[in-house]
C-alpha cells in the first residue's frame, strides 16, 4: 500500500496553519518533516500529520 502524501497547500488546509508556522514549528522540532518527491517538490505522509493531530489533541486534554 503506498502512502498517501499531502503537498503544502493541502497540509495547510488540512491542519490549518500556515506555511510559515509550519516551517518555524519544524525548525523547532515541533513538527513532523516532508519527504522529497523531487528537486523542487516536498510532501507530508498523511499517516505522520495523523498521529501528530493525535499528540496535540492529547497533549491539550491534559
Do not use: C, N
Not at 488546509?13 to 516551517?23: A, E, K, M, V
Not at 513538527?31 to 505522509?45: A, E, Q
Amino acid at each position: 500500500m503506498t502512502p498517501q502524501i499531502l503537498r503544502r497547500k493541502q497540509l495547510e488546509t488540512h491542519i490549518g496553519l500556515s506555511r510559515s508556522s509550519i516551517y518555524k514549528m519544524m525548525a523547532d522540532g515541533r513538527f513532523p518533516r516532508p519527504i522529497k518527491l523531487g528537486r523542487r517538490s516536498v510532501g507530508w505522509r498523511t499517516a505522520e500529520i495523523e498521529r501528530w493531530l493525535d499528540e496535540m489533541q492529547e497533549a491539550s486534554d491534559e
